[in-house]
Nanobody, 124 residues
Framework: QVQLVESGGGLVQAGGSLRLSCTAS????????MGWFRQAPGKEREFVAA????????YYQDSVRGRFTISRDNAKNTVYLQMNSLKPEDTAVYYC?????????????????WGQGTQVTVSS
């Protein structure tokens, strides 16, 4: 079992930055591929970024590539999402997720554990 707790969301103006953190319980964090997803009101949950177990491979949705950076610190059981040049369309609840089998997937169906989510609101 893995419990995930996100933090770092908030209200920011367009063009600003936020860093989300997701801390996992347990001593097996390095065994999981990690992902960030987001869900805006009335929309499906969508893939944002993912990182493999060792942290040396990352994957991004096209709309965030070059603006967002995913990273992880296995010693701290934490995955991060640095978000720069934020846009109003980035407004959503952001979730981190852990994937036990395989390193990476863009589909939320393949992730096994989820955090409770953190709200990110970008004003224009």
């Amino acid at each position: 079992q893995v419990q995930l707790v996100e933090s770092g969301g908030g209200l920011v103006q367009a063009g600003g930055s936020l860093r989300l953190s997701c801390t996992a319980s347990g001593r097996t964090f390095s065994r999981y591929g990690m992902g960030w997803f987001r869900q805006a009101p009335g929309k499906e949950r969508e893939f944002v970024a993912a990182i493999n177990r060792s942290g040396d491979s990352t994957y991004y949705q096209d709309s965030v590539r070059g603006r967002f950076t995913i990273s992880r610190d296995n010693a701290k059981n934490t995955v991060y999402l640095q978000m720069n040049s934020l846009k109003p369309e980035d407004t959503a609840v952001y979730y981190c997720a852990a994937k036990a089998v395989g390193d990476y997937s863009r589909s939320y169906h393949y992730y096994d554990y989820w955090g409770q989510g953190t709200q990110v609101t970008v004003s224009s």
